[in-house]
């Protein structure tokens, strides 16, 4: 598959907080940057119009390319262009094979269940994918 790049929102977590404080990062973004649009606004700043322009939310990703236990999360959107406002991260990947996983319930449990699906069914079970990170 083609490379492709993110524009996010990132923050570092270790692996023992990350059920736990991913939420409430996710809580934080919408109430900072997400609240006026989402109630039908138009976009009063440069993050509100990033966010709107390339759907930041649509994906939740970890990079896991850090050391200690730590790995990134991106609270992202596929970046379509224009302006990166000061806090905003542009993250390319790669071209690579990738796999997406649709997550449809309510968050943060559905994400919490899928992930732990991905990693011990689907993933031990799959010889035509492994991680490419650190994990």
Known sequence: M???KVIDFQKEFTREEAYREIPKYWDEIYKKYATNVYAGNPP???WEKALIDNSIG???ICV???ENGKFRY????KYGGG???EGMVLYEFPESEWAMFDCVRPIPEALQSLNERIFKEWLPGNSDY???GKC
């Open 2 to 4: 083609l490379g492709f």
């Open 44 to 46: 009063a700043n440069p």
């Open 58 to 60: 649509e994906y939740g």
């Open 64 to 66: 896991d390319d850090m």
């Open 74 to 77: 991106l609270i992202a959107g």
């Open 83 to 85: 302006q990166v406002p």
């Open 130 to 132: 492994e991680i490419g």
